[in-house]
């Protein structure tokens, strides 16, 4: 195969040009390497190397004007809005920086395609005029302020124009529309120098005006890369701008075009594979580079092009550990690497100016990968300290002042640097970050843990903070935090980490731009989906689509256009091509191939090998898990009895044994995590503490009219004292969790009118225990160590002379939750027999202690259900039976005993292993 580039400089070399002299302009900079390496292929001396420059360098050239950045152009350009907008219709720099950035690119392309400014802003106030909401005769402030500013647009873009010339400078449109101006001027003073321009396809209107120029004062050659297939089929998008120049161009009517090849019809392998995923895409291309590795094949042919750039790291991370000679071209966006997730976390905490920081935040900024190493101390990291102590305390929202407390003398630094005050102020957030680079590099120096990848890390940041610090300290618009963010993250957009490699050697890595000029035996293309490659309507401009057409600007047709000529010149000269496409729905992308390989498939030239790779995952059989009853887990059993078993305990064991194993035997408490909003247990205790602390002293007295309407004025009082308690530095005094409170409040209240209700009725209450904590041992055959029951009742009290065991519970319960119809299953089904079993283990302990005697009713109040009153537990005949008995006498009590001891000899019996249940 003949690069395309080698067959240029064959040609220039046939007409007897002198290659040193010619000045090559190429789509991009990259291109002048390999143009540079055909060329040291060909000569059999030394040369000097011909100039090459990359359009842009050349238009800048000849313009006379320095290209500013983009985030340069946002502050002059609201210099210029300021300028000539009064004082009082002035919008801050934040909120103007959005709508800027669209203006940038629109003043961008209207000087590019040499557009008639005047008629285009003219048009669009117009549009506006037409267009604004109001239906009011007379116009609104708002509506007057809006019309104002898009009638004052041609204004801003003159005024900014002007300023940017008078200082030589310029954004990428204003230079080409000077440098036209500038060429006839150009052509005199360089009528000596002959021009190459190869590789091109779409051109903006001043492009085409200068190449033109030079060609028809015989200083120019041009050589473009097109195929007969795509010239010759009107309709295809690849050959759209090849011809047109071809055709509208008056000096191809005397001088022929160069050139249009066949190279797209010779024989090639393409495949077209589906895969899940962008992951699944990065380490499919690794399988592909080791079979081509492997192969024959030398990999300095092959190229990787990305259509997705965030596809870069995992594939660097599937690629072959043989393959060591690797070109990236593309960069590295510096927003994918970890220190920048750091920086954003510390805008967004701080965005606000908060006095209190969010615990979550504060955990993610402190545990971040990038300072972990800060909190390494002699005694070792303070980390688990910080974040214990914010989950004891319940800290919903937690101080500098706080965070000092719990760490190391040392560490009040840099938990400074974090979270002191930035005030809202852009100067002491810079200086801030700036001291937090040093002391990241400083650590990671002093531990010897600091490498290259790492160090360069910090040098790009910190050259980022320094150039924001210059922007704030030179313009004076950043005046809040708000903004320093907004252009932090415009400035982070556009740097890349720049790779070390060979750029003639080895696996070429790269996106579509990138590649173009060049040419490669194999080529692998990712993410070739609709949306993607080619990226579709999208519409990031105030000109609207008519307004673009009728002034020959470029709409979304002529950009795909663009796409598609790329991804065809990019297969023209391969073998073997890769296409490969994300068959996952990710958002608002991904699921559909793109329309070029349904293209290709229609063209009928070549036949694609269509493979879907399979996203089938196996189907692993769930098996529950069998854990053994060792004798170490025995001694944990002996242990657990004879402290003694809890109706909870002996419930969750019903609900699955294995999370009572968990639980009991491995001691694994479930994870205390800050409560936020007050959880349900919290609320059921708050509600338990308070009842017992209305009822704990007058235990053995009768309950009385006067009792309880005292306990309804201090309701408030005592629930907040024991939320306090319980929910710690919480706070309840607002949100979610002050609904929470006032639920508490009214659970209580009604609690109480059902007791008030149930005095004046004529009922007598007499309370017996409160909160009673008793613990009974069991006499179990086949087991021969000691076995106990402990357990604390809520209430026991004497209601009309019968006596009650009551449970509370905060949700809601149902009757047919306390009630049986058959002994057996009372240990079988947690959902519905759990609430019995643990009334009935109360009702059973109380009996064995002698604190009750037979008869007695026991039972649940639900004080999500209190209309229903007191739930007794009952023993029905049947299922469907309405007959129950309501009182539990000593066959009641015997009968739960036998199935009790059955629950606690299946616990403890060494040939049975906890197994797991397949809960629903």
């Not at 002059?76 to 300021?82: G, V």
């Not at 161009?249 to 160069?258: A, I, L, R, T, V």
């Not at 890595?509 to 590649?515: A, V």
């Not at 247990?681 to 007058?698: A, C, D, K, R, W």
Request: aromatic fraction near 10%; glycine fraction near 4%.
């Amino acid at each position: 195969m003949s690069s395309f580039i080698k067959s240029v400089l064959l040609d220039l070399k046939h007409k007897g040009l002198n290659l040193e002299d010619l000045y090559f302009i190429l789509p991009s900079q990259r291109a002048s390497v390999f143009l540079k390496h055909h060329l040291s292929k060909m000569i059999d001396k030394p040369i000097f190397s011909p100039h090459t420059l990359s359009i842009e360098m050349f238009v800048e050239e000849l313009s006379g004007l320095q290209s500013l950045s983009n985030t340069d152009l946002l502050f002059w350009l609201y210099s210029s809005y300021l300028d000539n907008t009064k004082k009082e219709d002035q919008e801050s720099f934040e909120s103007f920086a959005p709508l800027a950035q669209i203006l940038l690119q629109d003043f961008n392309e209207i000087d590019r395609y040499h557009a008639n400014q005047d008629a285009i802003f003219d048009y669009l106030h117009a549009i506006k005029e037409l267009n604004h909401w109001s239906l009011e005769t007379v116009q609104t402030d708002l509506v007057k302020n809006h019309l104002k500013f898009w009638k004052s647009l041609k204004d801003y873009y003159k005024a900014f124009t002007n300023t940017l010339l008078k200082n030589k400078r310029g954004y990428q449109g204003l230079i080409y529309r000077e440098a036209t101006e500038n060429l006839e001027a150009y052509i005199e003073n360089n009528a000596h120098r002959t021009h190459v321009f190869l590789g091109f396809n779409a051109l903006n209107t001043c492009e085409s005006q200068i190449i033109q120029g030079l060609l028809q004062s015989d200083l120019a050659y041009i050589y473009w890369d097109a195929d007969n297939v795509f010239v010759n089929d009107d309709i295809h998008d690849a050959g759209l701008f090849i011809r047109e120049h071809k055709t509208k161009w008056s000096y191809f009517k005397k001088s022929p075009f160069n050139w249009i090849t066949s190279y797209y019809s010779d024989k090639k392998n393409i495949e077209a594979i589906g895969i899940p995923k962008l992951v699944g895409q990065a380490k499919y291309i690794g399988q592909l580079l080791n079979d081509i590795s492997l192969g024959k094949e030398d990999l300095k042919s092959v190229a990787v092009v990305l259509g997705e750039e965030n596809l870069l790291i995992p594939l660097l991370n599937s690629i072959p550990k043989h393959i060591t000679q690797i070109n990236v071209t593309m960069g590295l966006p510096l927003r994918f690497v970890p220190l920048s997730s750091l920086f954003e976390q510390l805008f967004v905490s701080h965005k606000k100016n908060p006095e209190k920081f969010y615990f979550k935040e504060v955990i993610a900024i402190i545990s971040h990968p990038s300072i972990y190493s800060l909190f390494e101390t002699e005694a070792g990291n303070i980390l688990s300290p910080i974040t214990r102590y914010i989950q004891r305390n319940n800290l919903v929202y937690i101080t500098v002042g706080q965070l000092k407390k719990v760490a190391h003398q040392e560490l009040h630094s840099i938990i400074e640097v974090l979270f002191g005050s930035w005030n809202n102020d852009p100067k002491t957030a810079l200086v801030n970050c700036a001291e937090l680079i040093l002391n990241i590099k400083g650590t990671l120096v002093a531990n010897k843990q600091l490498n290259a990848l790492e160090l360069e890390y910090l040098y790009r940041f910190n050259a980022l903070f320094n150039q924001l610090s210059e922007l704030n300290k030179n313009y004076q618009y950043l005046n809040s935090i708000e903004s320093l963010h907004k252009v932090y993250k415009d400035l982070l957009k556009t740097e890349t980490l720049d790779f070390k490699g060979e750029p003639l050697e080895g696996l070429q890595i790269m996106g579509m731009l990138e590649s173009r000029v060049l040419d490669f035996e194999t080529v692998i293309i990712s993410s070739v989906n609709e949306g993607i490659l080619p990226s579709g309507k999208t519409n990031n401009s105030l000109i609207p689509f008519d307004v673009k057409l009728e002034n020959n600007l470029p709409t979304f047709k002529e950009k795909d256009a663009v796409y598609t000529y790329h991804f065809y010149r990019l297969i023209q000269r391969a073998k073997n091509v890769y296409l490969l496409y994300n068959t996952e729905i990710d958002a608002l992308k991904g699921g559909e191939k793109s329309r070029f390989i349904t293209q290709i498939d229609v063209e009928g030239i070549h036949k694609i090998k269509h493979t879907i790779v399979s996203t089938d995952v196996p189907v692993i059989e769930k098996k529950l898990q069998r854990i053994p009853k060792t004798d170490s887990v025995l001694d944990k059993l002996k242990e657990l009895s004879d402290k003694g078993f809890s109706p909870s305990s002996l419930t969750n064991y019903i609900r699955n044994p294995l999370d009572f194993y968990y639980e009991k035997i491995l001691g694994i408490e479930e994870f205390e995590d800050v409560e936020e909003n007050i959880a349900a247990n919290t609320l059921g205790s708050v509600i338990h503490n308070t009842l017992e602390e209305f009822y704990q002293p007058i235990v053995n007295d009768f309950l009385t009219l006067e009792h309880l309407k005292n306990f309804k004025t201090i309701i408030e009082i005592t629930i907040a004292k024991h939320f306090k308690k319980l929910y710690k530095d919480g706070d309840f005094t607002s949100g979610k969790n002050l609904i929470i409170f006032e639920i508490a409040k009214r659970y209580i209240m009604n609690f109480i009118d059902s007791e008030i209700e149930d005095l004046k009725a004529g009922n007598t209450i007499k309370i017996l225990a409160i909160e009673a904590d008793e613990t009974i041992e069991l006499n179990i055959k086949g087991i021969d160590f000691p076995v106990k029951l402990t357990g604390k009742v809520d209430r026991i009290d004497l209601f009309n002379g019968m006596t009650r065991v009551i449970d509370y519970k905060s949700g809601k319960v149902e009757q047919n939750k306390v009630e049986i119809v058959n002994w057996e299953d009372i240990t079988t089904d947690y959902d519905k027999y759990s609430k019995s079993f643990q009334v009935l283990s109360y009702a059973y302990m109380m009996h064995k202690k002698k604190k009750i005697q037979l008869p007695v009713e026991a039972g649940i109040i639900s004080f999500k259900n209190m209309k229903e009153g007191f739930l007794k537990f009952g023993k029905k005949e049947s299922t469907y039976g309405r007959n129950k008995n309501q009182q539990i006498d000593r066959e009641t009590l015997n009968n739960f005993e036998i199935e009790l001891h059955k629950l606690i000899l299946e616990i403890c019996n060494p040939n049975i292993d906890f197994i797991e249940k397949e809960l629903g």
